[in-house]
Structures are given as structure tokens and as C-alpha cells.
């Protein structure tokens, strides 16, 4: 297993990946798609990290680093999409993404890192808990747009 930043030529399978996220069909790759993607890979606070096995991508999760102007002009970390294929779970590949991402952040400087998630599933939850993250520090709100 490997985990690194997803290049472009990685966008079909993570698109493929994706699908189990949250249940929904392959999108149509498409020019508009490509210019987004080429735009995510390009940007130097957002790190789309995948762990590769195989030459497949079967493991993945966001870390965008996002500037700040309060402490100590420190910026902090926000964690998302974190997903490992039904086939590959409870092998420690998420876990792997997911401590990476702390990897980047500490190199940033950040003071911290946020995760949310929709899971109400306490598998789940004592996963994040395992990770390093609480759910007790924060109330999280969400408006839909």
C-alpha cells in the first residue's frame, strides 16, 4: 500500500470510489469536470491523498489547510470525503489516509484539524474516536445549500 496526492490522471478512479460514498452513479467526465479537477490538483492547501494498492486507488480522504487570522495567524485543517472501497475495509487504509493528513497539517502549522461526518453508525464513530478525533470539543451545524 501506498498513500500519496492524487494527480490527474487519478480522477477516474476516484470518481469510481466515490460512487460508494454516497451511493450515486459515475458522473459523465467531462471538460467542466476535468478544469475543476485540474484546479483541485493544483492547489497547494488542497491534498486529495489516496492509498493505492495494485495500481488501484482503494482508500482516500481530503485535507484542505485553510488560512487564519486568529491564532497566532495559525492556520487550521478540515478533513473530508474519507471512504475505502467495501472490498479493502477494516485493513487499516483509512487510518492510514487519515494520519498522513495529519501529517500535512502539523507541517503546516495547523492548530487544529476538523472532521465531520454523517454516520450515525458507532462503528464509525469509535473509528474517528481511534484517529485521534472527539466529538465533545465542538458542535457542528450544517446549512445545506
Known amino acids: 500500500m501506498v498513500i500519496r496526492d492524487a494527480v490527474e490522471n487519478d ?16 458522473p459523465a467526465i467531462d471538460p467542466s469536470l476535468h478544469r475543476l479537477w485540474s484546479s483541485i490538483c493544483a492547489d497547494e492547501n488542497h491534498h486529495v491523498l489516496v492509498a493505492e494498492e495494485d495500481c488501484s486507488i482503494v482508500s482516500s480522504c481530503v485535507v484542505v489547510i485553510v488560512p487564519n487570522l486568529t491564532h ?19 485493513r487499516g487504509l483509512a487510518s492510514a489516509c487519515l494520519s498522513r493528513a495529519r501529517e500535512i497539517a502539523e507541517h503546516d502549522r495547523c492548530y487544529k484539524i476538523m472532521l465531520m461526518t454523517g454516520s450515525k ?6 473509528f474517528y474516536r481511534s484517529a485521534g478525533y472527539n466529538d465533545v470539543d465542538k458542535t457542528a451545524f450544517i446549512q445545506w445549500l
Not at 497566532?72 to 477494516?90: F, S
Open 11 to 26: 480522477l477516474e478512479g476516484l470518481l469510481l470510489l466515490y460512487t460508494q460514498l454516497h451511493k450515486k452513479s459515475m
Open 72 to 90: 497566532g495567524q495559525r492556520p487550521y485543517a478540515l478533513v473530508e470525503n474519507v471512504i475505502t472501497d467495501e472490498a479493502h475495509r477494516r
Open 121 to 126: 453508525d458507532p462503528a464509525v464513530l469509535a
